[in-house]
């Protein structure tokens, strides 16, 4: 009795029908995949165009204050600072403030506009609240052009935004105001750098070498020891503070070989009032590449080159981001024979891996053994 | 299985009560009877059979079925007697024409939900028509309808089977057969069997007999002649006589007459011996 | 048990499939266009919201300036003295393609550096990827959507020629972005140092979009006070869609039309469903049927009706909303300029709409008829007397209904200020006259009969059409609606079309005019108005002025001494509004504007100007069918004054002594302009024709709603007058068995069905008038804030009472021919 009526069959197939067309139109949205991270080192080593661009290929004066600015045809460059500084009430902070040129292109756009430029600016800001055992970083990119970021002298100014450093006086770099602030981050640093040792040149007169290729080289000078006074701010918190900061200035156009995977590098004020600079240039098969280097400054500012055979560095202990899952040696083993240092220097805080788009740890450490002080690491590559 | 009993039925139309098409008419059918009610057209039997089968409601008067007043019914409760208790045949377009034989037969069973066996089946077979439950109505001959129209209003055996002119549209053959067929099988199990007929050859039949003239009862012919009963110019059996002296006419006073007649019994005709039916 | 009762509903449809089918075809027509036109809205509005977001992104506010844009160092200062980090400057300027017809196409120039927080589809570096550096660097470099990139068949790599201000320039695409919902539609992406120097804009961009809560969007509005405003970044693409809300209510509206006439053929095929199953249901009812249940199987049929004819509709109106939604937009971008291009977009909404619509009306209509079903006493006590009779009852009470709803809407329109009441008032007329349709037949039928007198034919036909009410009382109301519908919008189009072409001739009052992509300066009017048969020159400026509330249309106009400009006023007394114009601080502002801002003369409007807002007098409101969005007129010292900005973006020249069409001046005028790229001279009489090519495509989607309406009433009434016919086979039969013949025959039955359409197309006429006025005066007014004249011509009638009667007759042919041929016994044994 109760036989199909074609008439619902038919209605059946109409509905059917139309769910199925319904179906069809609406298709499903895929999300985008994030981006990743990248390694600071591929972005160092050689590229194809590399010959276009100017490169450190020998020694060379330095001309200041000129050379405290921006050399526009070399394809990186950086103001690079770091510091460890003390609070009236005794808490610990570590600073790190970088600004990056990198320019694009050898030579500048032909184009009839104030925005037109070839030189994109990166700037990294991190503060450490040691005592509380936090770090906070921020990055930042702008174009070099319209007066956003740039870097001029006489006096020099080095700018991103509203992150900037600014000498005092018209021909001297120092007494130089550094300010930086991040609000999203709650971050802030406002210091008043001297210089109590003069500049010292790294490599040979300032042309360092990084690999085979003599090209593979950065022009290289740092201030080992300046005070710093201020205030920073972070979190809620702000605070008097002073303690002593390093710059390090470089610039070049291909720094690293092929084959280099990173390096670390250490900045350490003694409390002896010796500065300690060595870098390890790693392979990737992990050895040591022999153009690593360092440089020994006395208390008086004169300063000797150390050679990668002149020290050694073992990681005593590691530490792995949950962010990344890189193992960085966070706590190491450094011994410079000829100047008899047997140094163990420790992260003041273990999770000091800079969360930004090109990956790397970078964080305050302290020094004991045989001898003591404070200091500034660096780790790329891992 | 209940009387049927009425009391001063009147019907009247719209706003003309004084063209009454039944005019105070009572009576009393008691359960099992065949009743023929006839007259000549238009005299009020159909309206009569309408208000005893809860078709329509008397503008005055009463129809009692097992002592209960119709017009005191709801709707629902009326259609739900005629639905369970009653079984209708009309003279014509009896049968739902967007429905095949089968289904027309099976409407009754559906609707007071009688689980369907074979009953379907089983009265084609007794009104002659088996095998064609899949015809459409539309492709029988009008006797062939009247009989599927007869099983249909047995089908769910209601106590009463009410048939205005069954067989008016029919030929004389067919009509015999339709009438003989309608008697049996109410006999067979009892039915009250209420017809209304122009012909008169079905009187003999009859239980009861009641004839209608101009809304009224009124005595039946004593001698129904066979071939005169089809005529409709009767004389009739009660005109006043003319005199002055108080001789009561009784011709227009509602009376209730009915004249008995035995089964078998009175009148017969030849056209009564039929096949095939019960005694 | 539903089981067997529902099978005699089916088979009875099955058993009449060709009324069955037109019912159905009626409920999809009317579904179809209710999907359709949804549809095609909700696209055009997604499409409109896309193009706002696309370019605007997440910017919550935006920084702008006047005329001149905002001084590119404001955004340094921000960067560097005021530390906003998530602050964007964009450049955005108007190019085409080279080539016939140009398409035109936005340049957008943004810094990739500070997109990041602003997520436009084609802005930042995430999806640049590699082609970053060459953006930047490269000479000349765009970027494209992919979408855009095959609709102008080209990849990465290629070059692409554009036009930017008049100038041929060459661009190179150096990047195709995946743009999966094609949202970089029309937008060519460069370095916005590219876009500075390709739209020679240096020292100037057009806005720093900022994403910024309250507050620091407060006090950076302090902050740059004096040299630009803080403006919230939705005002213009808000503004857009709001005035483009109206011209959609409108479709809306029309598309409910066709919603109440395909209501109409489903009570009318279920009306005569009841009537054709009468009798079947006085058996049912005698075998103890109860009320309810054949009410439910009316309803039921209904709903398979309504079911089959959504389906279908949905389907079709899928279909019908492909073509539409291309209209709606081309609408919308002629008259709005909207950068609105999109596709058709699916919504539930618009689909559930239909649903509504099918199954719900079907249900609706089928109500009365099915209560009318179920009160069918048994055994049909009732004659077909009897019938007529409640018929004609029935009439007196639609009549009652009708004037009441007359009045009811009357009193809407009259009583309310909004679009809405409008339409509710319009429906409600709409239904009243249908109401009084059938009484109207009557009343037609009443006084043909004394013609009819001494010819038996012509008294068949006439009681034949009138005497049947019952059923032809709503085909003719059905009808008699449509019919109104169609005229009563070519009315109303005709009366728009006239009012334009007076307002064209009466403002082109120029000779020529001289028009160029970029900007014009005094210094070439001046030497246009030293042209010998040059009389004067009127400079013009039209500048968008960003406000809080979306941009402001003004037009600068500067005339010689003696003369004011060619305008009707509307308000505000002529001589004193023109010379308040010439000399005060006064400004006339256009009917849309006047009326979207409620200003009468007399009022002040508050503009912003420089560093603060200016009060200026409204002196007259004028006619102007330019722009929906309004326009503020002001003289072009008064503009100068307040804005700094000498640039012309037009100059009327009117020739001397009114001679003849000189083509020597043309040459002269276009001598003049040939250092001026892209520079034209058009005269007025191009103008003149361009504007109504224009009206007319605008007005390309009504025509086609209008004629869909019709079709629907088509389909109905030849169902409806089909049915009649078919109904009354037995009565043809026994004329046939008198003696009429059959030539006769067909004249009584194209007769009758004639009159009845020629009855609806009658009492569509002034129902007609009804609504073309109320469209004229009313809604259009309350939409647009348009006023305009009457037009009333013969020729729309005409074609009304023509549709009525042609498909009046169309539905006598097959009936006329069935009953022509089928045996007279036949016919007379139906009953």
């Given at each position: 009795m109760r036989r199909m009526d074609p008439t619902v069959l038919a209605l059946a197939a109409l509905v059917g029908l139309a769910a199925g067309i319904g179906w069809w139109r609406f298709g499903g949205l895929a999300d985008d995949a994030p981006a990743d991270s990248q390694n600071l080192a591929e972005l160092m080593g050689p590229s194809a165009d590399a010959d276009a661009f100017a490169r450190v290929t020998g020694p060379r004066p330095l001309d200041f204050p000129a050379d405290h600015g921006a050399h526009p045809d070399h394809r990186t460059e950086w103001w690079y600072f770091t510091g460890n500084l003390t609070s009236e009430e005794g808490r610990a902070y570590g600073f790190q403030l970088t600004l990056f040129r990198s320019a694009l292109a050898p030579t500048p756009p032909d184009k009839d506009s104030d925005w037109a430029t070839r030189q994109a600016w990166?700037?990294?800001?991190?503060?450490?609240?040691?005592?509380?055992?936090?770090?906070?970083?921020?990055?930042?990119?702008?174009?070099?052009?319209?007066?956003?970021?740039?870097?001029?002298?006489?006096?020099?100014?080095?700018?991103?935004?509203?992150?900037?450093?600014?000498?005092?006086?018209?021909?001297?770099?120092?007494?130089?105001?550094?300010?930086?602030?991040?609000?999203?981050?709650?971050?802030?640093?406002?210091?008043?750098?001297?210089?109590?040792?003069?500049?010292?040149?790294?490599?040979?007169?300032?042309?360092?070498?990084?690999?085979?290729?003599?090209?593979?080289?950065?022009?290289?000078?740092?201030?080992?020891?300046?005070?710093?006074?201020?205030?920073?701010?972070?979190?809620?918190?702000?605070?008097?503070?002073?303690?002593?900061?390093?710059?390090?200035?470089?610039?070049?156009?291909?720094?690293?070989?092929?084959?280099?995977?990173?390096?670390?590098?250490?900045?350490?004020?003694?409390?002896?009032?010796?500065?300690?600079?060595?870098?390890?240039?790693?392979?990737?098969?992990?050895?040591?590449?022999?153009?690593?280097?360092?440089?020994?400054?006395?208390?008086?500012?004169?300063?000797?080159?150390?050679?990668?055979?002149?020290?050694?560095?073992?990681?005593?202990?590691?530490?792995?981001?949950?962010?990344?899952?890189?193992?960085?040696?966070?706590?190491?083993?450094?011994?410079?024979?000829?100047?008899?240092?047997?140094?163990?220097?420790?992260?003041?805080?273990?999770?000091?891996?800079?969360?930004?788009?090109?990956?790397?740890?970078?964080?305050?450490?302290?020094?004991?053994?045989?001898?003591?002080?404070?200091?500034?690491?660096?780790?790329?590559?891992? | 299985m209940a009387d049927i009993s009425f009391e001063a039925l009147t019907r009247w139309y719209g706003d003309s009560p004084q063209h009454r098409v039944l005019d105070g008419i009572s009576g009393h059918i008691r359960a099992g009877e065949f009743v023929v009610v006839v007259g000549r057209s238009g005299s009020g039997k159909s309206t009569l059979l309408n208000l005893l089968g809860g078709l329509d409601l008397p503008s005055r008067g009463t129809v009692r079925i097992d002592g209960a007043d119709l017009a005191t019914l709801s709707d629902r409760a009326l259609t739900g007697l005629r639905r369970a208790r009653m079984g209708f045949v009309f003279q014509a377009y009896n049968l739902i024409p967007t429905l095949s034989v089968g289904d027309n037969l099976r409407l009754p069973l559906s609707l007071n939900g009688i689980a369907e066996r074979d009953q379907v089946s089983e009265w084609l077979a007794r009104v002659g028509l088996e095998g064609r439950e899949a015809a459409w109505p539309d492709e029988l001959s009008g006797g062939e309808q009247q009989r599927v129209a007869i099983a249909r209003a047995l089908i769910h055996e209601p106590e009463f089977i009410l048939a205005d002119e069954p067989t008016g549209n029919l030929d004389l053959d067919n009509a015999e057969r339709v009438i003989a067929l309608l008697d049996g099988l109410c006999r067979e199990s009892g039915r009250t069997l209420i017809m209304v007929t122009h012909a008169r050859e079905v009187v003999g039949l009859a239980d009861q007999l009641l004839t209608i003239r101009e809304g009224r009862l009124v005595e039946a012919d004593e001698d129904v002649a066979p071939g005169a009963a089809a005529s409709a110019d009767a004389p009739e059996p009660d005109a006043p006589e003319p005199s002055g002296d108080n001789t009561s006419a009784d011709s227009a006073d509602a009376q209730t007459d009915s004249t008995p007649t035995r089964p078998g019994g009175g009148v017969t005709h030849p056209a009564m011996m039929r096949k095939g039916s019960s005694s | 048990m539903n089981s067997l009762l529902g099978r005699i509903g089916r088979n009875d449809l099955r058993r009449h499939p060709v009324q069955t089918a037109l019912a159905i075809v009626g409920v999809a027509i009317a579904v179809a266009v209710v999907v359709a036109v949804d549809l095609a809205n909700h696209s055009a509005r997604e499409a409109m919201q896309v193009s706002v977001e696309s370019v605007a992104g997440r910017a919550t506010h935006q920084i702008v300036g006047g005329p001149g844009g905002v001084d590119e160092q404001l955004y340094t200062r921000l960067r560097t003295e005021l530390g906003v980090r998530d602050a964007a400057p964009v450049i955005e300027g108007g190019v085409t393609l080279a080539g016939e017809g140009g398409r035109p196409l936005t340049l957008l120039g943004l810094d990739a550096f500070a997109e990041g927080p602003f997520q436009r589809p084609l802005g930042s570096g995430d999806s640049l990827g590699d082609s970053f550096n060459d953006l930047l660097l490269g000479d000349r470099a765009v970027a494209l959507g992919a979408g855009e990139a095959r609709r102008l068949g080209v990849t990465a790599g290629d070059s692409l020629a554009l036009r930017i201000a008049g100038r041929a320039v060459d661009v190179r695409v150096v990047a195709v972005v995946d743009d999966r919902e094609d949202r970089a539609r029309g937008l060519v992406l460069a370095d916005i140092a590219t876009a500075q120097a390709l739209l020679r804009q240096q020292g100037r961009i057009d806005r720093i979009d900022l994403i910024a809560d309250a507050d620091t969007a407060a006090a950076l509005a302090e902050a740059v006070a004096g040299q630009a405003r803080v403006v919230p970044a939705a005002a213009s693409g808000n503004a857009v869609l709001e005035m483009t809300r109206a011209f959609q209510i409108n479709l809306t509206a029309l598309s409910l039309l066709a919603v109440v006439v395909g209501a109409f053929l489903v009570f009318n095929t279920l009306s005569f469903v009841a009537v054709r199953r009468r009798?079947?249901?006085?058996?049912?009812?005698?075998?103890?049927?109860?009320?309810?249940?054949?009410?439910?199987?009316?309803?039921?049929?209904?709903?398979?009706?309504?079911?089959?004819?959504?389906?279908?509709?949905?389907?079709?109106?899928?279909?019908?909303?492909?073509?539409?939604?291309?209209?709606?937009?081309?609408?919308?971008?002629?008259?709005?300029?909207?950068?609105?291009?999109?596709?058709?977009?699916?919504?539930?909404?618009?689909?559930?709409?239909?649903?509504?619509?099918?199954?719900?009306?079907?249900?609706?209509?089928?109500?009365?008829?099915?209560?009318?079903?179920?009160?069918?006493?048994?055994?049909?006590?009732?004659?077909?007397?009897?019938?007529?009779?409640?018929?004609?009852?029935?009439?007196?009470?639609?009549?009652?209904?009708?004037?009441?709803?007359?009045?009811?809407?009357?009193?809407?329109?009259?009583?309310?200020?909004?679009?809405?009441?409008?339409?509710?008032?319009?429906?409600?007329?709409?239904?009243?006259?249908?109401?009084?349709?059938?009484?109207?037949?009557?009343?037609?039928?009443?006084?043909?009969?004394?013609?009819?007198?001494?010819?038996?034919?012509?008294?068949?036909?006439?009681?034949?059409?009138?005497?049947?009410?019952?059923?032809?009382?709503?085909?003719?109301?059905?009808?008699?609606?449509?019919?109104?519908?169609?005229?009563?919008?070519?009315?109303?189009?005709?009366?728009?079309?006239?009012?334009?072409?007076?307002?064209?001739?009466?403002?082109?009052?120029?000779?020529?005019?001289?028009?160029?992509?970029?900007?014009?300066?005094?210094?070439?009017?001046?030497?246009?108005?030293?042209?010998?048969?040059?009389?004067?020159?009127?400079?013009?400026?039209?500048?968008?002025?960003?406000?809080?509330?979306?941009?402001?249309?003004?037009?600068?106009?500067?005339?010689?001494?003696?003369?004011?400009?060619?305008?009707?006023?509307?308000?505000?007394?002529?001589?004193?509004?023109?010379?308040?114009?010439?000399?005060?601080?006064?400004?006339?502002?256009?009917?849309?504007?006047?009326?979207?801002?409620?200003?009468?003369?007399?009022?002040?409007?508050?503009?912003?100007?420089?560093?603060?807002?200016?009060?200026?007098?409204?002196?007259?409101?004028?006619?102007?069918?330019?722009?929906?969005?309004?326009?503020?007129?002001?003289?072009?010292?008064?503009?100068?004054?307040?804005?700094?900005?000498?640039?012309?973006?037009?100059?009327?020249?009117?020739?001397?002594?009114?001679?003849?069409?000189?083509?020597?001046?043309?040459?002269?005028?276009?001598?003049?302009?040939?250092?001026?790229?892209?520079?034209?001279?058009?005269?007025?009489?191009?103008?003149?024709?361009?504007?109504?090519?224009?009206?007319?495509?605008?007005?390309?989607?009504?025509?086609?709603?209008?004629?869909?309406?019709?079709?629907?009433?088509?389909?109905?009434?030849?169902?409806?007058?089909?049915?009649?016919?078919?109904?009354?086979?037995?009565?043809?039969?026994?004329?046939?068995?008198?003696?009429?013949?059959?030539?006769?025959?067909?004249?009584?039955?194209?007769?009758?069905?004639g009159l009845l359409g020629l009855a609806a197309g009658l009492w569509a006429i002034p129902l007609g008038i009804a609504l073309a006025g109320l469209l004229v005066f009313v809604i259009n007014r309350r939409a647009f804030g348009w006023t305009m004249g009457f037009e009333l011509h013969a020729l729309p009638l005409v074609e009304g009472v023509a549709l009525a009667v042609v498909a009046a007759l169309l539905a006598a042919v097959q009936p006329a021919w069935r009953a022509g041929r089928e045996a007279i016994a036949t016919g007379l044994r139906r009953e």
């Open positions: 990166m700037g990294h800001f991190a503060l450490t609240d040691i005592s509380a055992g936090e770090h906070r970083a921020s990055e930042r990119y702008q174009r070099g052009a319209l007066g956003l970021a740039g870097a001029t002298v006489q006096p020099v100014r080095v700018w991103l935004d509203d992150w900037e450093i600014r000498s005092e006086g018209p021909d001297t770099l120092f007494p130089l105001r550094v300010q930086a602030r991040e609000s999203e981050a709650g971050i802030a640093i406002d210091l008043r750098l001297e210089a109590t040792k003069g500049h010292v040149l790294q490599g040979d007169r300032g042309y360092s070498r990084k690999g085979r290729d003599p090209a593979n080289a950065s022009r290289y000078y740092s201030y080992t020891r300046l005070q710093a006074a201020g205030s920073v701010e972070f979190a809620d918190q702000s605070a008097q503070v002073s303690g002593s900061a390093w710059l390090d200035r470089e610039w070049s156009t291909s720094a690293l070989d092929e084959g280099q995977q990173g390096w670390d590098w250490f900045a350490l004020q003694l409390t002896d009032g010796r500065d300690l600079m060595v870098y390890r240039l790693r392979r990737e098969d992990g050895r040591t590449d022999p153009n690593s280097a360092g440089i020994l400054v006395d208390a008086a500012g004169a300063a000797t080159p150390l050679a990668a055979g002149d020290f050694t560095l073992t990681p005593t202990r590691y530490w792995r981001s949950p962010r990344t899952g890189s193992r960085y040696p966070v706590a190491w083993e450094l011994s410079v024979p000829s100047a008899g240092l047997r140094l163990a220097v420790t992260a003041r805080v273990d999770a000091q891996e800079m969360p930004t788009t090109v990956r790397y740890w970078e964080g305050a450490v302290s020094v004991s053994g045989s001898a003591s002080g404070v200091g500034y690491l660096e780790m790329t590559g891992y | - | 009798e079947a249901i006085g058996i049912l009812r005698a075998m103890g049927v109860q009320r309810h249940e054949i009410l439910t199987r009316i309803l039921g049929d209904a709903l398979l009706i309504g079911l089959a004819g959504t389906l279908l509709g949905l389907l079709l109106g899928f279909g019908l909303a492909h073509a539409l939604v291309g209209l709606v937009l081309q609408t919308v971008t002629d008259v709005y300029f909207a950068r609105a291009a999109g596709d058709l977009r699916l919504s539930a909404l618009s689909l559930a709409a239909g649903v509504l619509v099918g199954l719900g009306g079907a249900l609706v209509a089928a109500l009365a008829p099915a209560r009318e079903a179920a009160s069918i006493p048994p055994r049909a006590a009732l004659s077909r007397a009897d019938l007529e009779d409640r018929a004609r009852r029935l009439a007196w009470q639609a009549g009652l209904a009708g004037v009441l709803a007359l009045a009811l809407g009357a009193a809407f329109i009259v009583f309310s200020q909004g679009l809405i009441p409008g339409f509710i008032g319009l429906f409600a007329v709409i239904l009243g006259a249908a109401f009084l349709a059938p009484l109207f037949t009557r009343f037609a039928g009443a006084a043909l009969r004394p013609l009819a007198r001494g010819r038996p034919l012509g008294g068949l036909i006439v009681e034949g059409a009138v005497a049947s009410l019952s059923r032809t009382g709503v085909a003719v109301a059905a009808l008699s609606v449509a019919v109104a519908a169609v005229i009563g919008v070519s009315v109303m189009i005709e009366s728009f079309r006239e009012s334009v072409i007076d307002w064209l001739q009466g403002s082109l009052a120029a000779d020529y005019y001289v028009t160029a992509p970029g900007p014009l300066d005094d210094a070439t009017a001046d030497a246009i108005a030293a042209l010998p048969a040059v009389g004067w020159v009127s400079r013009s400026r039209f500048h968008d002025l960003q406000t809080a509330t979306g941009p402001v249309a003004i037009w600068a106009l500067g005339l010689p001494e003696e003369r004011h400009p060619a305008l009707e006023l509307r308000a505000g007394e002529p001589e004193a509004a023109f010379a308040a114009f010439a000399s005060e601080r006064a400004v006339l502002v256009s009917e849309p504007f006047a009326a979207r801002r409620d200003l009468a003369p007399g009022d002040g409007l508050s503009l912003p100007a420089g560093d603060s807002n200016v009060t200026l007098t409204v002196a007259g409101v004028y006619r102007d069918y330019g722009s929906p969005t309004g326009v503020v007129l002001m003289r072009r010292a008064l503009y100068q004054q307040l804005f700094a900005d000498t640039t012309l973006s037009g100059i009327g020249v009117h020739v001397a002594n009114a001679a003849p069409g000189d083509d020597a001046l043309q040459a002269r005028l276009e001598g003049v302009l040939a250092g001026l790229p892209g520079a034209r001279v058009t005269d007025n009489a191009a103008v003149f024709e361009q504007s109504l090519i224009i009206f007319d495509r605008t007005f390309a989607i009504t025509e086609v709603l209008r004629w869909l309406a019709g079709l629907v009433a088509f389909v109905g009434v030849v169902s409806a007058l089909m049915a009649l016919h078919l109904d009354r086979r037995r009565e043809f039969a026994v004329l046939r068995a008198v003696g009429l013949g059959r030539g006769g025959l067909g004249t009584v039955i194209g007769g009758q069905s």
